[in-house]
């Protein structure tokens, strides 16, 4: 490790965070049961200490799942068709998903996903790790955003998965008290951004992320479809 480096950041205020080294893999797609079930029972044990941290800045999650409108204003995108159907659902939750008074804001991970979380097999201990964009968001968000990628990894039953996903939502103590509409348009939402962004130009520092970004997208649809109304 370096002592001391001269970085430039006129202007700027950086935060540095330092973690000790922990031992566990990422959770593999396509998601599992028996991993899911570790990752949602830690997570409902850690929110209590997490949601009251001093966190005062919102993750403005909304302004992320707004993507779903410019695809449905783009009569050339292929998404459209699929998306038109849900624009009342989207519209819905993406003026919840920051916060309401029914759902009071709190801390949030905002990216909890497979490669986000490690698991320690010999210990047990899973570990929930790149907090990159944490801020306050509506309590369900970050359990919503957790099964858009058990989604998108064809981890639900009906996709040849062994995740019954609505059930799990409707039956775990971590998400049982919130509305599994939420985790549905979340889910799409999500599904709608990644496409949005798939369809840009290669970015010059993740080549590979388009790639990803299309294969989620894709993931998704099938979901999508079936919960279509």
């Not at 001269?6 to 000790?20: D, H, K, L, Q």
């Not at 939502?169 to 962004?197: G, K, N, Q």
């Amino acid at each position: 490790m370096l002592a001391a480096v001269e970085v430039p950041t006129p202007g700027a205020e950086w935060t540095i965070n330092v973690y000790p080294a922990v031992s566990g893999e990422p959770v593999r797609h396509p998601w599992r049961a028996h991993d899911l079930l570790r990752v949602l029972d830690a997570w409902h044990a850690l929110t209590p200490a997490f949601h009251r941290a001093p966190v005062t800045d919102g993750a403005q999650v909304s302004l992320f799942f707004e993507g779903w409108r410019e695809v449905v204003a783009d009569v050339d995108d292929p998404w459209r068709p699929l998306l038109e159907p849900w624009s009342e659902r989207l519209a819905a939750m993406t003026a919840a998903v920051d916060g309401t008074a029914a759902d009071p804001p709190v801390p949030s991970h905002i990216d909890l996903r497979a490669d986000n979380i490690l698991l320690d097999q010999s210990s047990g201990e899973v570990w929930f790790v790149d907090w990159s964009h944490p801020g306050l968001a509506a309590p369900w968000a970050d359990l919503a955003i957790l099964f858009a990628d058990v989604v998108a990894s064809g981890g639900d039953r009906a996709d040849g998965g062994d995740v019954d996903v609505l059930q799990l939502w409707r039956s775990h103590p971590a998400t049982a008290a919130f509305d599994p509409e939420w985790m549905v348009t979340v889910v799409v939402a999500l599904a709608a951004a990644l496409h949005l962004r798939s369809r840009r130009p290669p970015h010059p520092l993740f080549p590979h992320r388009r790639a990803w970004e299309a294969a989620m997208t894709s993931g998704t649809e099938p979901f999508l479809r079936r919960h279509t109304r």
